[in-house]
């Protein structure tokens, strides 16, 4: 996959113009830009990107033209692509659990930020890790709804393990921090209420005062026609409940958007290979390429449907099944999606807010899974 070098208006423009077959992402720089200001004017704190949402050198390129000086890696490779297109920017190592060649290659590197949510983990982070200039976040967990899926199964901290984490990074001498994720795709904006107010619980019990706290990612991109991301509301609730837990203690903020950041850059055309007895629907893309998360948080319902000239299909909206390219039964959109009655074979299902987790995820299971990458002005369609 490479990224075209014509500057296309809109996605439209591209696809009655180069009929492609195989799928193809357009990225707005426009829109990965904007997302990124909002965050820097909203948040009251430090700005960082998740790596692993969209690792493409164009996103991150982006991100850093408008500002971004922060981010949030979980390996070397990823470490590696932050020292090479933003050398000058902050890396946080938050992926909790690391072998000890990761943990001494970050140090290598020049990491000083680091996130833990076992003693057995933060042991090797004192082995190894010179405390001197150096962050370890104690990362802890809740059982908060409001997310599409919960983080809290496989990192986090209870708060009581917390407590006696945090203890033990002061004691070590590196500077103590606390961090949480309230979960991918959190469109409640309470959900940040309880975890902060925790968090000064857990660093109240430990007598430690703490520097920073990383209220994570979770931040929300425009999935849903019906849900609109409140992040202005969210940064609000955020710089109000901190100041109230923390009182004259009040730590400085951290966030880590992914999605939010990179989501609404990219819109995904698939191909419509077949309308098979008039039924279900078959694309040149599923579950095995970008749309792999779908199953996972479910369907995007911006989606347009355009036919081969460019014009957008208007019958009236008909449940469809639909199915990815491969051969496997798994391959298929969770549900069903709401499609014209007049969606024919040849037709280009558009669909919106494709950015996070498409990119990486993509594979070429059953010899699928080419992916055209395009550059547009506008997402407008």
């Known amino acids: 996959m490479g990224l075209s070098k014509t500057i296309w208006t809109n996605p439209t423009e591209f696809l009655r113009v180069e009929q492609p077959v195989n799928p193809v992402l357009f990225f707005a720089p426009t829109v990965v830009q904007a997302s990124a200001r909002r965050f820097i004017d909203g948040f009251p704190g430090l700005v960082t ?12 390129d982006n ?6 000086r922060g981010y949030d890696c979980a390996s070397g490779f990823e470490i590696d692509l932050i020292r090479r297109l933003a050398p000058d920017a902050a890396i946080h190592y938050n992926n909790p659990v690391r072998a000890r060649h990761e943990i001494l290659y ?8 680091y996130s833990v949510d076992s003693n057995s983990e933060l042991a090797k982070l004192i082995e190894l890790v010179p405390a001197e200039g150096t962050e ?6 809740l059982p908060v709804a409001g997310a599409a899926y919960n983080f809290g199964a496989k990192f986090g ?3 009581e393990l917390a407590v006696e984490l945090l203890k033990t990074v002061a004691e070590a001498g590196f500077i103590p921090s606390l961090t949480f994720h309230p979960g991918t795709q959190c469109t409640d904006p309470h959900a940040w209420q309880s975890y902060i107010e925790k968090a000064a619980w857990i660093a109240e019990e430990a007598g430690v005062v703490i520097a920073r706290l990383n209220v994570g990612g979770g931040f929300p991109n425009h999935r849903l026609n019906g849900v609109v991301p409140q992040l ?10 901190t100041g109230e837990a923390f009182g004259d203690n009040r730590p400085l903020l951290v966030c ?23 039924e279900h629907v078959f694309l040149n893309d599923g579950v095995y390429g970008s749309l792999a998360e779908l199953p996972l948080i479910g369907v995007i ?10 014009e957008k299909r208007s019958g009236e909206l008909t449940p469809r099944i639909i199915f990815g390219p491969t051969c496997d039964s798994v391959d298929r959109l969770p549900g069903e999606v709401m499609l014209p009655d007049d969606l024919a074979e040849g037709d280009y299902v558009v669909v919106q807010g494709m950015g996070a987790y498409s990119v990486v995820t993509n594979s070429r299971f059953n010899g699928f899974g080419e992916l055209g990458l395009a550059t547009v002005l506008s997402q407008r369609v």
């Open 136 to 141: 370890i976040s104690v990362r802890f967990k």
């Open 256 to 278: 880590e958007p992914g999605r939010a950041m990179c989501g609404d850059a990219f819109t995904l055309a698939a191909r419509v290979k077949s309308v098979r007895d008039g």
């Open 63 to 68: 991100l850093a033209a408008a500002g971004v």
């Open 301 to 310: 319902d911006r989606i347009e449907v355009l036919s081969p000239e460019g």
């Open 232 to 241: 202005e509301e969210t940064f609000r609730l955020i710089d109000r409940v």
């Open 49 to 60: 990107y998740a790596v692993k949402s969209n690792p493409t050198e164009e996103v991150i």
């Open 157 to 159: 901290a209870t708060a």
């Open 106 to 113: 970050a140090v290598e590197r020049g990491v000083k930020s």
